[in-house]
């Protein structure tokens, strides 16, 4: 009998994960039936999107009842945070064939592997990159970041990163990287971005959303185009909307009115403290609405209540980027997942990336915790930037 350890979700997520939402479990697995296989994990994926959804890792078959994985294969399979499991097989991916014995296994699950392959497809379908293009991208330093500068060079590209560390700065540097600054330290998010790129952005990836991508699509060129491939910005947002959208309770009155940040919608502009009206700061002691429909100060007693949308009375999304600009710029934004391309191109795009990884026109680095029962701790740590590269544990 083969005990498996699995991590398993005690409580569900609020805000930033702690150790009191995971629980270590152990179970009996049953013996094999015909056509399963008994997986042991190698090496386990770290990625945001753990929050939603299993992680895949790299593991071996170590015994077997189905005769298209005998005992030894090397598989990547979606088994989540666990350290043996049974398959029937639907769903596990062997390695290619031609994989370069000098190329580390666990690059299967780094730059030869879902993150490379987001980077590749993001970059070169989604933005469709040409050379002489100028691209943003940040979380820079991560396993798709990384990934996206090194793709866009090879493309030809000027490339601006930014990422959350000196160190990782420096990293960016030595990967060729035309532009990397520290977005933690600079002074203005805005004024880095113009500095690096005066004429503005032909493509930007854009792996963080909230504000930080508002701020980009703000400097974008015409026709640019915008590869939405993630928001951890905002993945363990809880609470109120930190600007952008208001609801303003008035005196127990039902006169409540959204006001978004720089739409130009009546004349009371919102930020997470500070209310303006008529454009005049002033402080948050009242406002009251006038009949044309505009707000100025008055004594009357103001709640500015950030916590629920206008319509679904739910915690809203954060606010997206300025409209006038996505239609003056003419820019293009498209949500992508990664295992919308399957089949040829699926392969020839591991292909490009285990050659270009072999000839060394791709670095990579790996961020590598070792035991199993450092799932919890190595997921924490990405999600604080902790990780220079591609997140994984060995198990
Ligand atoms: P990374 O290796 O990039 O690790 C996450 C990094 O995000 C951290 O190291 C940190 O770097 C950065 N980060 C964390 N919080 C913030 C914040 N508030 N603002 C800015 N940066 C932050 O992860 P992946 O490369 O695996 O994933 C990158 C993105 O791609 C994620 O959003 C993920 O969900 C998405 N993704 C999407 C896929 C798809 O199919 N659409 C597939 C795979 C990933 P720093 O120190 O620079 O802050």
């Known amino acids: 009998m083969v005990q498996a350890k699995s991590w398993t979700l005690k409580k569900h997520f609020e805000g930033f994960p702690t150790d009191s939402n995971f629980e270590l479990k152990t179970t009996e697995l049953p013996p094999l039936n015909n056509g399963e296989v008994l997986l042991e994990a190698l090496f386990i994926s770290v990625d945001p999107y753990m929050r939603y959804c299993l992680s895949p890792q790299f593991s071996i078959v170590v015994e077997s009842k189905n005769p298209a994985f005998p005992a030894g294969t090397i598989v990547v399979a979606l088994s989540g945070w666990t350290s043996h499991s049974i398959s029937d097989g639907n769903g596990l991916r062997k390695l290619p064939a031609e ?11 780094g730059t030869v592997g879902m993150p490379g392959l987001t980077a590749y497809f993001g970059l070169l379908d989604i933005c469709g990159v040409k050379g002489g293009e100028t691209v943003m991208v940040n979380a820079a330093a991560g396993a798709v970041g990384s990934v996206v500068g090194q793709i866009a060079k090879l493309k030809g590209c000027k490339v601006v990163g930014a990422a959350g560390s000196d160190e990782k700065v420096a990293y960016l540097k030595k990967l060729g990287f035309d532009v990397a600054f520290n977005y933690k ?9 113009r500095m690096a790129s005066p004429d503005g952005y032909d493509c930007y990836f854009d792996n963080v959303g909230g504000e930080f ?11 640019g185009r915008i590869a939405i491939c993630g928001a951890i910005s905002q993945y363990n947002r809880t609470g109120p ?9 008035v005196g127990g009155m039902d006169k409540r009115k959204i006001h978004r940040y720089g739409d130009g919608v009546g004349t009371a502009v919102v930020s997470s403290q ?13 406002v009251e609405e006038t009949e044309g429909g505009a707000w100025r100060t008055s004594t009357v007693s103001l709640t500015v209540d950030m916590s629920l949308d206008p319509v679904t009375q739910t915690n809203p999304p954060f606010p997206g980027p300025p409209p006038e600009v996505v239609i003056y710029q003419q820019l293009r934004m498209e949500g992508f997942i990664v295992t919308r391309w399957q089949g040829d191109v699926r392969q020839k795009a591991l292909t490009d990336l285990m050659n270009w990884v072999s000839e060394g026109k791709i670095q990579y680095h790996e961020y590598m915790l070792e035991g199993f029962e450092k799932m919890p701790a190595a997921f924490m740590g990405m999600l604080k930037g902790e990780n220079l590269g591609k997140a994984i544990v060995k198990a």
Not at 99 to 109: I, R, Y
Not at 185 to 193: I, Q
Not at 241 to 249: E, M, S, T
Not at 274 to 286: A, H, I, M, T, Y
């Open 99 to 109: 994989w370069p014995d000098k190329l580390p296994l666990s690059l299967a699950l």
């Open 185 to 193: 330290t600079v002074k203005s998010l805005e004024e880095a971005l």
């Open 213 to 223: 991508s508002n701020t980009v699509i703000s400097q974008m060129k015409t026709f």
């Open 241 to 249: 909307c930190p600007q952008g959208i208001v609801l303003l309770n």
């Open 274 to 286: 500070l209310v303006v009206v008529d454009n005049s700061p002033v402080d948050q002691k009242g």
